[in-house]
């Protein structure tokens, strides 16, 4: 059994969905952390895993939130310690940026569920769901020392790692329901994201292996 230490908004991208429904099946503890509350980077840097979950917060050149700073020095700190990472959408962002790579704010955004290019047997071209405007520069990774990108799809990198520290651009932790109150707690109306959970109900079960499978990869490293 481990500690998994999460840190998200209290409500926004908070539900933990699919992630949390593979934490209570191998017996895992999660303890949560939100960043409109006081946290200790220590209290996190002591969990077995680290989440760092997504936000309509950006790090990306020129919208960077000032809370971001915080976020960036904790992975920074992780990567010290040889013990996993996982960076979810907003949380693959700050990971790239802690890595001294690029995130930049394009005009149309990525969204679908879809299936992505991979790069290594070690990501599942999915479908997976996609949500984001900020990208993360491929190129602005790919020669760190370590850094391996797993996954891109639309100019982007989607999934990379290095070492025991992975990110995402993709979110693995929401089945349909958790999708459609994720982006309508930001605005967005049922007639844009239904289509998209609909195509994750008929992959229901597909998309439940893919994440859990991903998860123990992750956890496991």
Request: aromatic fraction near 8%; charged fraction near 25%.
């Amino acid at each position: 059994m481990s500690k998994i230490a999460i840190l998200s908004h209290e409500s926004v991208a908070a539900e933990l969905s699919l992630l949390g429904q593979w934490a209570d099946l191998r017996g895992h503890t999660v303890e949560r952390f939100y960043r409109e509350q006081t946290w200790d980077a220590q209290d996190l840097l002591a969990a077995d895993l680290i989440i760092v979950l997504g936000s309509p917060n950006s790090v990306s050149t020129g919208y960077e939130h000032p809370t971001s700073v915080k976020e960036i020095e904790l992975v920074k700190s992780r990567f010290e310690t040889d013990k996993p990472f996982f960076g979810i959408c907003y949380g693959s962002q700050v990971m790239a940026r802690a890595l001294g790579g690029e995130v930049e704010r394009r005009e149309v955004k990525n969204i679908g569920f879809k299936q992505i290019d991979t790069h290594s047997p070690d990501i599942d071209e999915g479908g997976w769901v996609l949500w984001h405007e900020d990208f993360i520069i491929p190129e602005s990774i790919k020669s760190i020392p370590g850094v391996e990108v797993l996954g891109t799809d639309a100019q982007a990198a989607i999934a990379f790692r290095k070492g025991k520290a992975w990110a995402v651009q993709f979110h693995p932790e929401v089945d349909a329901d958790a999708l459609g109150r994720m982006v309508e707690a930001i605005g967005v109306p049922p007639e844009k994201w239904g289509p998209i959970a609909d195509a994750m109900r008929d992959d229901e079960t597909g998309l439940r292996e893919r994440a859990f499978a991903l998860f123990d990869r992750v956890l496991n490293t």
